[in-house]
């Protein structure tokens, strides 16, 4: 009897499906998908995306030794990858990348007659900070002819999110929790002007043009397909679109180089004295049991991500500023690190389920469960800033984890002075120590505490009752 | 052989004009063929994906 699951987000594609459980995940294909990937499966282009780790690690496997019958005759099993994070937690340089994975592999597929089904950013994943495209069962026979099918995908889900970032400086990741399926063509059109100081490339074609091809040909029963493919629309020309693309997408610049939060580790008022103790502390609770998944809270440039990677597995270190997360990002991809996650997440924001049924896309609580969790100089912010309660916040942690490293800024902490200033006196008074100490130990049990060398901050590692 | 996205009519002339001088060419003989058609009244041939289908082997 299987113990596998079909995946909620695996339901598009007619000819091939993804289930996960038993710690494995299985791609299984109909006999029209299995006919398909059969014939690209040897191709040289294939071989080497799966030699160089750009495509999925992949063991072809008889269906039933998954357990799984017909109407599936054949099936393929995946490593589970660490935690799966979706496109509107990337930063610019993370969608930059799995934008240049994807039309890479395309390109490389035309050269061999395979097509590429799709062209959807959540077909890639972040291993660490390197990008893996997942989706072996995107690969199929191209036919003379064929068009790229995954352009206006490719458009709408990687390229104007990009242009929206570069060119005006917008973040994108609010549009794409937004839709699953990124911004319309349309959409685009109506936000992007022209610039003369600032020639926006790609935007006549893919955008302008594009937006008007699509309105030109809404109504139209014209079969353009065979008329292209007659006029000789061929693999190399669509070869010769995708190096342009390429050039247009690694052209693009991440505009903002500051934001609130880009010079925290630098900044005089905030350097802590009290920082190696504070190592000390985050290191001593993490090492003191093995940990698969650890998230960093509010990571910032990673100093604690990477005292926690090195006694854990992986360690997802999320933060509420992009720009933050894309410096982090570049540094570890410099690195080639594989154990840290970085993440664009606002916990007071994160969004629930998208998509179909609201399940296709869980939201973020929904995708892992951390060993243990960090939440250091972050959440007077959630209670300040965005009034959150401590209460509510330590609920969710006593949900999310068996145990926690917590940082609780006194009321005379100088960042929290800062935060009230333009608050109303007396309504952040049950923002103290005491408070916060009551509120967690009815829900944790405190394994060892520090008062900061700072006088003004204690840091608490906490297991759950 | 079977994509489940649909390739809209806008997005393919796209795809062949983006591709620069070699697309480009393929935009003129689409214009050609449609104007021809609207002259002479005659509709346009049909391709016949199959009959040149070896895409097994290598570039079309």
């Known amino acids: 009897m299987s113990t596998i699951q079909q995946d909620p987000g695996s339901f598009r594609d007619p000819l091939s499906k993804v ?42 496997v008889e269906p039933s030794s998954v357990g799984l019958s017909a109407p599936w005759v054949s099936a393929m099993t995946h490593p589970l990858v660490p935690f799966i994070s979706y496109p509107y937690e990337w930063t610019f340089s993370m969608l930059q990348d799995a934008a240049l994975l994807q039309l890479k592999l395309s390109r490389a597929a035309l050269t061999d007659g395979i097509g590429v089904k799709d062209a959807t950013p959540y077909n890639v994943q972040f291993i660490g900070s390197r990008a893996q495209f997942i989706d072996a069962g995107s690969f199929e026979v191209r036919r003379k002819g064929d068009p790229w099918y995954g352009y206006q995908q490719f458009c709408e889900m990687f390229l104007y999110p990009l242009m929206l970032q570069g060119y005006l400086g917008v973040g994108f990741q609010q549009m794409l929790r937004g839709s699953v399926n990124g911004i319309s063509i349309d959409t685009m059109r109506k936000l992007l002007p022209a610039s003369v100081l600032h020639p926006r490339k790609g935007r006549l074609t893919h955008v302008v043009l594009h937006a008007a091809a699509q309105k030109r040909y809404a109504d139209s029963n014209v079969d353009i397909k065979s008329q292209a493919a007659k006029s000789g629309l061929n693999a190399q020309v669509l070869d010769a679109t995708m190096k342009k693309l390429e050039g247009i997408v690694a052209g693009i610049n991440l505009g903002d180089k500051k934001s609130t939060w880009s010079e925290y580790s630098e900044r005089g008022h905030y350097i802590e004295s009290s920082l190696d103790e504070k190592q000390k502390f985050v290191r001593d609770a993490v090492a003191s049991a093995p940990r698969k998944q650890v998230w960093d809270i509010g990571c910032n440039d990673g100093v604690f991500s990477r005292i926690a990677s090195a006694h854990s597995d992986y360690v997802v270190a999320m933060d509420a500023d992009p720009l933050v997360i894309d410096r982090l990002y570049n540094t570890l991809k410099a690195e080639k690190n594989e154990k840290i996650l970085p993440l664009y997440v606002d916990l007071t924001d994160s969004g629930g389920g998208v998509g179909w049924r609201g399940q296709e896309r869980p939201g973020i609580f929904n995708r892992g469960k951390p060993d243990i969790v960090m939440a250091l100089a972050v959440i007077h912010h959630m209670a300040i800033t965005f009034h959150v309660p401590l209460a509510s916040q330590l609920d969710m942690f006593h949900d999310l984890s068996p145990e926690l490293i917590i940082e609780m800024p006194h009321a005379d902490d100088p960042m929290v002075k800062k935060l009230l200033t333009n608050k109303r006196d007396g309504i952040h008074d049950d923002f103290n120590l005491a408070e916060f100490e009551r509120l967690l130990e009815a829900r944790f049990t405190v394994k060892s505490k520090m008062l900061l060398s700072s006088g003004t901050r204690t840091i608490f590692y906490a297991i759950r009752k | 052989m079977f994509s489940y996205l649909d390739a809209a009519s806008g997005s393919m002339i796209i795809t062949a004009i983006a591709g620069g001088m070699a697309g480009l060419g393929v935009a003129v003989k689409m214009w050609t063929a449609r104007v021809k058609s609207k002259i002479t009244g005659k509709p346009m041939p049909e391709f016949d994906s199959s009959a040149e289908d070896d895409s097994s082997s290598s570039h079309d």
């Open chain 1, 19 to 60: 289930f996960v459980g038993d710690g494995k995940v299985v791609r299984a294909f109909t006999d029209m998908g299995a006919k398909d990937i059969d014939a690209v499966w040897k191709k040289k282009s294939m071989q080497r995306a799966l030699e160089s780790g750009d495509l999925i690690e992949s063991t072809i």
